[in-house]
């Protein structure tokens, strides 16, 4: 004779334990808070979800249905599960989240549903908030080395800024902002929420400027118990800029950039890249720059030489062809003028070159 299994809760046939049946009715197949909670900051429109303010782009339904969704737990043997949640607003801050989860339960068919009652609320983010208290825990003070830096590198300065910024702000922190920009005798100040959004803004500018960086800092007060500082970055450009002409080694050089304390420059004659040292360079007399060069027509060359016509005084003149400048005979070519005669540029970056 044998013995089969009954459920004992409702005595019907069952495996094991309780039958699929019972099971279902004492299982919970879908765990979610009553009470979800959101954030939007009415500056800047950046929300709080999860303890964090990040930028979804959302609306505040939306917010409330990922707060939602966040929370859900459900039962480890619903099989298939299938999950709606559909958000109504009752007034201007409170909304109605209704949750319902269907699957397949011990061959079952299962279903489960949850009210979830969410709060919308404003508050400004940190960030809003010491922007308009005119917080900064940095000031980069970009300056010259025999003078005030010009004006195209006082702009190209506040552009890199503002780069750099951004992309501070995109890796996560939310204290990059450039709360001002000062015009001071010998060159600008910016002043930043982060020191570590200004060491970077000066870390790019040293690198396409060269130069030197010296930093400080000083303290500020007290916040929550803790010492706060503010650090001072000086960025002194130096004397010579890209696209400066040069007369360094007994060569004309054309500026290209910096490596460390070190000015890569390349010779006009031969292409050569020359290095010359921070001495060098403060020493070395600077001719003009490539951003002020004159354009003339080539009207006769060789391997050499090439003979221009001024496009001033419509005169022919003839100076010495730079290496891998392949123009020919009737071409445009770049100039600069030295001492009576013209310095004729080698090509720039990126433009081809006739073999």
């Not at 046939?13 to 009470?35: I, K, M, N, Q």
């Not at 900064?136 to 970009?142: D, G, R, S």
Request: contains cysteine; glycine residues 12%.
């Amino acid at each position: 004779m044998r013995l089969e299994s009954v459920c004992p809760r409702c005595g019907g046939p069952s495996a094991l334990g309780l039958c699929s049946r019972c099971r279902l009715e004492e299982a919970t197949l879908l765990e979610v808070s009553d009470h979800a909670e959101v954030t939007a900051c009415p500056v800047c429109g950046f929300q709080r979800v999860q303890g964090r303010w990040r930028d979804t782009g959302g609306t505040v339904e939306e917010m409330i249905f990922e707060a939602v969704a966040g929370g859900i737990a459900l039962h480890r043997d619903l099989e298939d599960p299938q999950v709606d949640i559909s958000i109504s607003k009752l007034n201007s801050t409170q909304y109605l989240a209704t949750v319902r989860v269907s699957g397949t339960f011990g061959g079952l068919a299962a279903s489960e549903e949850r009210t979830v009652r969410a709060t919308a609320e404003r508050a400004t983010c940190e960030r809003c908030s010491r922007m308009a208290g005119n917080y900064y825990e940095a000031t980069i003070q970009l300056r010259g080395t025999a003078g005030p830096p010009g004006p195209a590198e006082l702009d190209e300065g506040r552009k890199i800024a503002e780069d750099v910024t951004k992309s501070c702000f995109e890796r996560g922190d939310r204290l990059s902002f450039i709360q001002e920009t000062k015009a001071v005798k010998g060159g600008i100040d910016l002043v930043v929420g982060s020191t570590q959004q200004g060491r970077a803004i000066a870390r790019a500018i040293h690198e396409r400027f060269g130069g030197s960086t010296l930093e400080s800092f000083k303290l500020a007060g007290t916040r929550d118990g803790r010492n706060v500082y503010r650090t001072s970055i000086l960025v002194r450009l130096p004397r010579l800029k890209a696209g400066d002409l040069i007369r360094g080694r007994g060569r004309f050089l054309e500026v290209r950039g910096f490596e460390g304390k070190r000015t890569a420059c390349r010779s006009l004659r031969d292409g050569a890249m020359v290095y010359l040292s921070e001495e060098e360079a403060e020493d070395a007399p600077v001719l003009g720059n490539r951003s002020s060069a004159e354009r003339g027509v080539v009207v006769a060359e060789d391997r050499d030489v090439l003979e221009v016509m001024d496009p001033v005084s419509f005169r022919i003149v003839s100076a010495s062809r730079p290496a891998n400048l392949g123009a020919g005979v009737g071409e445009e070519v770049e100039f600069l003028r030295f001492g009576g005669e013209i310095l004729i540029l080698p090509p720039r970056e990126g433009r081809g070159h006739r073999e």
